[in-house]
């Protein structure tokens, strides 16, 4: 039923659960394809260098740190796992991923490490679930 799952995380502890819930999911409907991606937004460029280099590289560390820990907490699956970082809107990646890549069901987190601009424009998990090509599961 759910042969291509889509896990979106963003290191916050609703991902990180979101993460094992999807494992669980994974494990049950014999997955073959687990998808983990992390989106993060760009940095601006009036930054200017050489700030802007050093934003970009220390969130390319954050991102990856987030990458690995989601895949510690997914431990072993039938399937075949792949890894994305995306750069751009969280909420509009997450989708774009999800429709290019067919995924059957998105797992993601219902509170992430938004900013209050979250709370004034609305979360990613709202517009994911607004917007998405496939169910999506949000995980409390």
Do not use: W
């Not at 989708?95 to 709370?119: E, F, P, Q």
């Not at 709202?126 to 999506?136: N, S, T």
């Amino acid at each position: 039923m759910f042969d291509k799952i889509l896990l979106a995380v963003d290191g916050s502890e609703h991902a990180l659960h979101a993460a094992r819930t999807a494992a669980n999911l994974a494990r049950a409907m014999n997955t073959k394809d687990f998808r983990i991606v992390v989106a993060y937004d760009p940095i601006p460029p009036y930054l200017g260098e050489p700030n802007m280099q050093n934003a970009i590289d220390a969130r390319l560390e954050d991102a990856k740190a987030i990458l690995e820990r989601a895949v510690k907490e997914v431990g072993e699956l039938p399937a075949r796992i792949h890894k994305e970082l995306i750069e751009g809107s969280p909420a509009q990646a997450i989708i774009d991923v999800a429709s290019t890549r067919k995924s059957d069901i998105i797992v993601m987190g219902s509170r992430g490490l938004g900013t209050l601009a979250g709370l004034l424009l609305g979360s990613t998990s709202q517009k994911v679930v607004a917007h998405a090509p496939c169910p999506v599961l949000i995980a409390r």
